[in-house]
């Protein structure tokens, strides 16, 4: 099969297309020819070799790509709940990238007819963070509301759908006004520029100087001080991503005063059981959903698999608004 694959790190030009050995299913496998894929900002991490794909020993190259939607080819022999033929889309620890990938059958999510293979490819990695994130992490309840940073990301565009669906209120934060007029299409009902504005001062009049009640963070260190200002007494901040920086300092009396509650997530690290728990989980919960048209994938841009460099180079200068899909041929 063909593959994109990393035989070394840097910018964008070392991701290059060749011909590597097809992937085998094990006995509860699938082995799915791949229609798309998406990227995710992890994938530009593991290109620049901050972000090596979880394993033993490094393998002669990586294949960068954490979701896929495709077709079934083969299955393995234990496998009951799918058979050749059958639409899926999923996540991957990595390999996605790739003409076929293998997924454990637990772990894959049928794909409804009247979304396109494209739309599939741009649902797994962003609306599983995101409903992880909201439900199992910050058990966010009816009529909380709920600040989104990076609303224009993969991420937040299904965080901003999730959340709204679910009868929050949704602030989000995005640097431009132009992504803060689409996040409002999508639900969230006040959109702040933080290249503008003082975003935490904004929540807080938005909130009638409550705050938020879940905060889901992309950005990290720089926000770590406002997000504790922006969230209400017993709020709850998810740190999903580190964009701005890793390490910062936060002052625990307020953390302490407010009773706040932290929590950090990944997902491409966790075991197969979890990974499972939370893939069967959202086809019960969230995937109907799809089906009726309340919740929809955001696809900004389809590139051939062959772009993947230009792919990466968009999504780097920030012009995403929701996912950045490769069609693979
Ligand atoms: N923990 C997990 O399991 C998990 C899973 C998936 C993703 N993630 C993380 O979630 C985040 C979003 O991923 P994605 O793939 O959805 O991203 P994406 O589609 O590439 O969007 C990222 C957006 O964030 C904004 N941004 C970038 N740098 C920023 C900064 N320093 N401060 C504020 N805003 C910034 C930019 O929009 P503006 O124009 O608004 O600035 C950018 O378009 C990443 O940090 C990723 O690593 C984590």
């Not at 966790?270 to 939370?278: H, N, V």
Request: aromatic share 6%; with cysteine.
């Amino acid at each position: 099969m063909r593959a994109i694959v990393l035989e070394e790190h840097g910018g964008p030009e070392v991701l290059r297309l060749r011909d590597v050995p097809d992937p085998a299913p094990g006995p509860e496998e699938l082995l799915v020819r791949t229609g798309a894929t998406a990227l995710n900002r992890a994938d530009v991490m593991q290109r620049e070799g901050r972000y090596p794909q979880p394993g033993g020993r490094a393998p002669a190259f990586e294949i960068p790509g954490l979701e896929f939607a495709g077709i079934v080819e083969a299955v393995g022999e234990r496998v009951t709940a799918f058979r050749s033929g059958d639409r899926v889309c999923g996540l991957l620890a990595g390999g996605g990238y790739a003409e076929k990938v293998v997924i454990h059958e637990r772990q894959a999510i049928p794909l409804p007819d009247d979304l396109s293979i494209e739309e599939g490819a741009a649902i797994p990695e962003v609306f599983l963070t995101a409903y992880d994130a909201l439900f199992p992490q910050a058990g966010m309840a009816l009529g909380d509301t709920v600040l989104v940073h990076a609303g224009g990301s993969g991420v937040g565009t299904a965080a901003i759908q999730l959340a709204r669906i679910s009868g929050a209120r949704v602030l989000c934060t995005l640097g431009s006004d132009d992504k803060g007029a689409r996040a409002r299409e999508l639900g969230a009902e006040v959109a702040i520029n933080y290249k503008t504005s003082d975003w935490a001062a904004a929540v807080k009049e938005a909130t009638g100087g409550r705050g938020a009640d879940v905060i889901l963070d992309f950005v990290g260190a720089p926000y770590l001080e406002q997000n504790l200002q922006a969230a209400t007494p017993r709020g709850r901040i998810v740190f999903i991503g580190t964009m701005g920086g890793p390490s910062g300092q936060i002052n625990l009396g307020v953390l302490m005063s407010k009773r706040l509650q932290l929590f950090g997530t990944v997902l491409r690290a966790r075991p197969l059981e979890e990974k499972a728990t939370l893939a069967q989980a959202f086809i019960r919960h969230a995937m109907p959903l799809f089906r009726s048209g309340a919740l929809r994938p955001v696809v900004d841009r389809v590139f051939d698999i062959s772009e993947a460099p230009d792919a990466h180079r968009y999504m780097e200068a920030n012009r995403n608004f929701g996912k950045i899909v490769l069609r693979i041929p």
